[in-house]
């Protein structure tokens, strides 16, 4: 089977609310819908949607990428298309996770098999997932037993916005609120240098926190290893693992997860390559998107199932977009099930009646 077209139309999708961190916020997410077509007349979708502030390159380097291969790709075999966009993935990691994804998605139809299914033959029926609740602030416990009550067990708040008092604070009364079998997993983008993320952290001693984030500013090996062995819970490395690398993360490993980005790593392909090295080296891996378009969230749906474990993955966030490309995975007390459709069973809208016209062209 050989492609014969490649194209790709832009989107904009306004949140419904600011997105904010201690790397800074956003109210819109735009991106790129990828669209490959065969020989078959199989038609493969993915989304290239840059966050720099989250590790991507550019909307201008993105673009760039995407306009290169679509004089590139047509005419080529899917899997030697695949091996080149993977061996080119460093430069544009959105751009070429769209390509990959939309690759992938072709292969896995022409298996006739749901695309985890085509990553990985054992891959999980079904996916927990985290609420993302944002920042601490006077909402803070409605949206949380808002969430409690749709199911969600997992519940992802941002810190390191305020003080570490105040922050502190919120967070005891949240979870006096709470009941049990409810866990905090907190992300602080690093925020904080050792010795204020050692004073947060011991804070956090009685509270049922699942995991931290990206604690500190400058990770090193070094400060990991200091803060995980006085903390029950698991370090998580996100930002962190894209400044310190993988083989400095996972050779000894000073943390005891990996919070895995398709958007940010290139594609779905590597992502899975590094849970794989991570389980082997005793590490847990959570999936998250990037706050994508309805295609990357069950891009990243399928990549969760074929990492294959327990943990709740960061997938619930299409509930944060006013609108979107299409129809988005929706979880169910908690839990987003997979489909049975060949390839990445997600096609996206060329029109949406709550956004901008869609053009495929």
């Given at each position: ?240 693992l894209r400044i310190m690398g993988a083989d400095a993360v996972l050779n000894q490993p000073p943390v005891r997860r990996l919070v895995l980005k398709p958007m940010v790593m290139g594609g779905l392909a ?71 459709k060949p390839g990445l069973g997600c096609v996206p809208s060329k029109e949406n009646e709550h956004s901008e016209k869609i053009f495929i062209s």
């Open positions: 089977m050989r492609l014969t077209h490649c194209t790709f139309a832009p989107y904009r999708l306004p949140l419904r609310q600011l997105w904010v961190s201690a790397r800074g916020g956003f109210v819109v997410r735009e991106g790129w819908l990828v669209m490959l077509e065969t020989d078959a007349g199989l038609t493969g979708y993915g989304d290239c949607a840059p966050l720099p502030q989250a590790g991507t390159e550019s909307m201008d380097s993105a673009l760039a990428c995407l306009s290169g291969w679509v004089a590139a790709l047509p005419g080529l075999p899917l899997e030697v298309a695949l091996g080149r966009i993977t061996a080119g993935a460093a430069g544009a990691p959105a751009a070429c996770c769209g390509l990959e994804t939309a690759l992938l998605d072709l292969l896995a139809q022409q298996a006739g098999l749901p695309l985890a299914r085509w990553l990985n033959s054992h891959s999980s029926a079904a996916v927990k997932v985290n609420a993302m609740l944002g920042g601490l602030d006077s909402q803070i416990v409605e949206r949380a037993l808002a969430a409690v009550g749709e199911g969600y067990l997992v519940l992802k708040l941002k810190v390191g916005l305020a003080a570490g008092h105040e922050e502190l604070s919120l967070l005891h009364d949240l979870v006096r609120c709470l009941p049990m079998g409810v866990s905090l997993r907190l992300d602080a983008n690093c925020a904080w240098n050792e010795r204020q993320a050692e004073v947060f952290l011991g804070a956090l001693s009685g509270l049922p926190v699942e995991s931290v984030e990206d604690p500190l500013i400058n990770p090193d090996r070094a400060g990991w290893l200091r803060l995980q062995a006085k903390v029950p819970f698991p370090l998580a490395a996100d930002e962190s590597s992502a899975l390559a590094l849970a794989q090295r991570a389980s082997e080296a005793g590490v847990g891996c959570v999936v998250t998107t990037t706050v994508d378009s309805a295609v990357g969230v069950t891009a990243a749906l399928h990549l969760a199932a074929a990492v294959e474990n327990d943990l709740a993955h960061g997938l619930a966030t299409s509930t944060w977009l006013e609108s979107d490309v299409g129809n988005p995975p929706r979880p169910t007390r908690g839990v987003l099930k997979l489909g049975d």
